[in-house]
């Protein structure tokens, strides 16, 4: 797996993704000093939890064993702010958390939206981030059911 240089509002960041040798990934930032992780964008661990790339979201999350990781590198000290969009049905769904270099930073309960592609965004809160290489994890805490824990849109991170 070769990383993939990505530039967007103010923020150097190598993120996880599977591309061939010299190819560079570019993500555009959907407002000022907004970065989404996705997709795209994401190193998937796991046999059951699926990135699509095209459709831009992480399906089939069955396995609380499954999570997903970005590497990010900060260029200079910052507070961010961290939101998720998700979608998930009334019988499924349950915990997660976001964890950035090891730390659980946000828990949060997965919400009914409606259906699974019915995504909503959950604001989580701010986080200091100083400069240099950070892993942003959103792992599975439980599972709600015998479905699947979410479809997740991205993570957005803005000023």
């Known amino acids: ?15 996880g993704t599977h591309v061939n040798a010299g190819e560079t990934v570019s993500v ?10 996705n997709a795209s964008t994401v190193e998937v661990h796991g046999d059951d939890i699926k990135a699509y790339p095209v ?3 992480v399906q089939s999350w069955r396995k609380k064993s499954d999570y997903l990781s970005w590497t ?12 998720i969009e998700l979608g998930s049905t009334k019988l499924n769904g349950g915990v997660a958390a976001i964890e950035i270099d090891g730390d659980e930073v946000f828990e949060f309960e997965v919400p009914n939206t409606g259906t699974w592609k ?3 965004t959950l604001n989580l809160g701010d986080y200091y981030l100083d400069k240099g290489i950070h892993e942003i994890n959103v792992r599975c805490v439980s599972l ?7 479809n997740l849109n991205g993570i957005k991170i803005n000023d």
Do not use: H, Q, R
Request: charged share 20%; hydrophobic share 45%.
């Open 118 to 120: 019915n995504y909503k």
């Open 1 to 15: 797996m070769k990383k993939a240089v990505v530039l967007f509002a103010g923020v150097l960041s190598m993120l």
């Open 28 to 37: 555009e930032g959907a407002g000022s000093g907004e970065i989404v992780l």
């Open 55 to 57: 459709k831009g979201s």
């Open 144 to 150: 709600k059911g015998k479905g699947g824990l979410m």
């Open 72 to 83: 990010v590198n900060v260029k200079s000290d910052v507070i961010k702010t961290f939101a």
